[in-house]
């Protein structure tokens, strides 16, 4: 079945670092990609998403580009911040329209 | 403000145990979905409602029963809680089935099984 995988965490940056967050997915067909975001103690809400190849989804400085060549979603972003500090989650829509999340990955961003 | 409620929102229960988690929603959305979050798992479906009077059996459903009556709040139940039922206890809505629309979460309900 249709899976996502996200490199492991915990990710630990200083304040104004380049961050990358890997995600790669399987998938029967053609998904649309998201980024969920939790802050501490909140639930998640969507941060980005891209629905056909090539998109690029946008929000908050963050970006990730749909490569269907690669079954990928990275997530970057050029300068974090400390309010950044949260866990990340890459998903994806099943062909029913439900989410799959992968496994989350945990960013803590020092000053 | 509008969006998810959940609660309770911490919960200790004995092993067998019942009890349920209650979820309003005042979007009107149709769709209503529970997860459960475990460390290095991300999130799992465990039942989901198409709309008032349904329900579906996610990704893990086991132990676990559910209820909508009314079209705001979807209802999940532990009949004999297990401490494989610690987790923490996500509801979401949406508004339609495709998930481009995104889903509205709760803040959780965080479950102790002892």
């Known amino acids: 079945g249709d899976s996502v995988t996200q490199m492991e965490g915990p990710v630990t940056l200083s304040e104004e670092a380049f961050l990358t967050i890997n995600c790669t997915y399987t998938?029967?067909?053609?998904?649309?990609l998201f980024w969920y975001v939790q802050y501490p103690g909140e639930g998640l809400q969507l941060l980005l998403k891209a629905t056909k190849a090539d998109d690029k989804g946008s929000n908050k400085g963050f970006e990730a580009t749909y490569r269907k060549e690669t079954t990928s979603f990275h997530l970057e972003k050029g300068s974090v911040q400390v309010s950044d500090s949260a866990v990340y989650f890459c998903a994806l829509s099943d062909p029913g329209g439900k989410l799959i999340f992968g496994q989350g990955t945990e960013l803590s961003v020092k000053p | 403000n509008a969006g998810v409620t959940q609660t309770p929102k911490f919960r200790v229960l004995k092993t067998g145990q019942s009890m349920t988690l209650l979820c309003a929603q005042d979007m009107n959305h149709e769709y209503m979905y529970w997860y459960r979050q475990d460390p290095g798992m991300g999130l799992r479906l465990i039942h989901y409602?198409?709309?008032?009077?349904?329900?579906a059996k996610g990704e893990v459903p086991d132990g676990y029963n559910v209820s909508r009556l009314k079209k705001q709040n979807f209802l999940l139940g532990l009949e004999s809680a297990a401490p494989s039922q610690t987790s923490v206890y996500f509801c979401?809505?949406?508004?339609?089935?495709?998930?481009?629309?995104?889903?509205?979460f709760g803040s959780g309900t965080r479950l102790t099984v002892v």
């Open positions: 409602s198409v709309g008032e009077g349904t329900t």
């Open positions: 998938a029967t067909g053609y998904p649309s």
């Open positions: 979401a809505s949406s508004y339609s089935m495709t998930a481009n629309y995104g889903y509205t």
